[in-house]
C-alpha cells in the first residue's frame, strides 16, 4: 500500500504539532524557586510602623451677617444718583473708546511689549515695523498704519516717521471719564 503525498504531509504534521506541544508543556515545569525566594524574603523583614492618622480638626461654621450693609440689589438714593449723573455729565463726550468696533490682533498686548524696528515707504503707504518683545509671538514682527489700533487702552496710531510711531491711547481717569494721552514709540537701534 502506498500512501500519497498529502497524506505523509498530513503524518509528518500530526507528529511535529505533538511533538511542539510535549516539549511546551516539558518546558512548564515547577522552576519557581527565585520567586519563592523572593517572596520569602519579603515576609522575613519585620513590619515597618504605621503613621498615625492625622488629627481631624473640627469644622467650625462662618456665619455671615449683612443685615447691617446696604443690599447690592437695592436702589440708589435720589441723591446719591444724582451726584453719579454729575460725575458722568462732566465728562467729555467726544474722548471716549468705539466700544462696538471689532478689536484689532495687536490690542491683546500692552504697548510696553512692543518695540518699533523700523519702517517701510511706498509711494502710496507708510508702514511702521513692530516687534513684540514678550509673550506668544515673542520676536514676531508686525506691520502697521496710521489709523491700526494697538495696545490694550484703545491706542490708535496717528502719525508714522523715520524715528517713531505716535500712538494716541484713552485711558480712564478717577471721576470715571476718559483721558486722552499720546504715546511714542520710539525706533531701536
Not at 511542539?20 to 523572593?38: F, H, Q, R, Y
Not at 471721576?175 to 511714542?184: A, I, L, N, Q, T
Given at each position: 500500500m502506498?500512501?500519497?503525498?498529502?497524506?505523509?504531509?498530513?503524518?509528518?504534521?500530526?507528529?511535529v504539532?505533538f511533538?511542539?506541544?510535549?516539549?511546551?508543556?516539558?518546558?512548564c515545569s515547577d522552576?519557581?524557586?527565585?520567586l519563592?525566594?523572593?517572596?520569602?524574603?519579603?515576609?522575613?523583614?519585620?513590619a515597618?510602623?504605621?503613621?498615625?492618622?492625622?488629627?481631624?480638626?473640627?469644622?467650625?461654621?462662618?456665619?455671615?451677617q449683612?443685615?447691617?450693609?446696604?443690599?447690592?440689589f437695592a436702589?440708589?438714593?435720589?441723591?446719591?444718583e444724582?451726584?453719579?449723573?454729575?460725575?458722568?455729565?462732566?465728562?467729555?463726550?467726544?474722548?471716549k473708546?468705539?466700544?462696538n468696533?471689532?478689536?484689532?490682533d495687536?490690542?491683546?498686548y500692552s504697548?510696553d511689549?512692543m518695540e518699533?524696528?523700523?519702517?517701510?515707504?511706498?509711494?502710496?503707504k507708510?508702514?511702521?515695523?513692530?516687534?513684540?518683545?514678550?509673550?506668544?509671538?515673542?520676536?514676531?514682527?508686525?506691520?502697521?498704519?496710521?489709523g491700526?489700533?494697538?495696545?490694550?487702552?484703545?491706542?490708535?496710531?496717528?502719525?508714522?516717521?523715520?524715528?517713531q510711531?505716535?500712538?494716541s491711547t484713552?485711558?480712564?481717569d478717577?471721576?470715571?471719564?476718559?483721558e486722552?494721552?499720546d504715546?511714542?514709540?520710539?525706533?531701536?537701534?
Amino acid at each position: 500500500m502506498r500512501l500519497s503525498i498529502s497524506q505523509k504531509l498530513k503524518g509528518v504534521t500530526k507528529t511535529v504539532f505533538f511533538g511542539v506541544t510535549i516539549m511546551g508543556l516539558m518546558s512548564c515545569s515547577d522552576n519557581t524557586e527565585d520567586l519563592k525566594a523572593w517572596v520569602q524574603t519579603i515576609q522575613n523583614k519585620p513590619a515597618g510602623r504605621i503613621k498615625p492618622m492625622p488629627e481631624i480638626v473640627q469644622y467650625k461654621p462662618h456665619e455671615y451677617q449683612s443685615s447691617h450693609l446696604k443690599s447690592p440689589f437695592a436702589e440708589l438714593e435720589p441723591e446719591l444718583e444724582s451726584q453719579l449723573q454729575a460725575l458722568v455729565d462732566g465728562c467729555d463726550d467726544s474722548v471716549k473708546p468705539n466700544i462696538n468696533r471689532r478689536k484689532e490682533d495687536l490690542e491683546r498686548y500692552s504697548l510696553d511689549s512692543m518695540e518699533m524696528v523700523g519702517v517701510i515707504n511706498s509711494p502710496d503707504k507708510q508702514w511702521g515695523l513692530i516687534r513684540m518683545t514678550v509673550g506668544p509671538d515673542a520676536n514676531k514682527v508686525f506691520h502697521v498704519r496710521i489709523g491700526d489700533y494697538l495696545g490694550i487702552n484703545h491706542g490708535q496710531i496717528q502719525s508714522i516717521d523715520e524715528q517713531q510711531i505716535a500712538v494716541s491711547t484713552l485711558v480712564p481717569d478717577s471721576k470715571g471719564c476718559w483721558e486722552k494721552r499720546d504715546v511714542f514709540m520710539a525706533l531701536t537701534q
